[in-house]
Nanobody, 118 residues
């Protein structure tokens, strides 16, 4: 079992920045594919950004050029740097960890609220 603990959410004005962190309780964190998802009220959860265990990243079109996902395997932590935030980025952001193998393991954090408002 892997526990994921997100932090860094909060309130920010449009155009502002936030950095989310997700700390994992796994000694094999480096093997996991990590992702950030978000869910706005009344909408489905969607992938925001992902990073493979090899460091390959992918982003939703809506955040390309504004958000950056990164990982620090020494700290068992994945980050999401969010710049130029927009009203529509308001959502609960969830950290996700997937270990692919004969039995794929999938874990979620509890979520952290990001509110973009003036």
């Amino acid at each position: 079992q892997v526990q994921l603990v997100e932090s860094g959410g909060g309130w920010v004005q449009p155009g502002g920045s936030l950095r989310l962190s997700c700390a994992a309780s796994s000694s094999i964190f480096r093997l996991y594919t990590m992702g950030w998802y978000r869910q706005a009220p009344g909408k489905q959860r969607e992938l925001v950004a992902g990073i493979s265990n090899g460091g390959t990243t992918n982003y939703a079109d809506s955040v390309k050029g504004r958000f950056t996902i990164s990982r620090d395997n020494a700290k068992n932590t994945v980050y999401l740097q969010m710049n130029s935030l927009k009203f529509e980025d308001t959502a609960v952001y969830y950290c996700n960890a997937v270990l692919f193998g004969s039995a794929t393991m999938n874990y979620w954090g509890q979520g952290t609220q990001v509110t973009v408002s003036s």
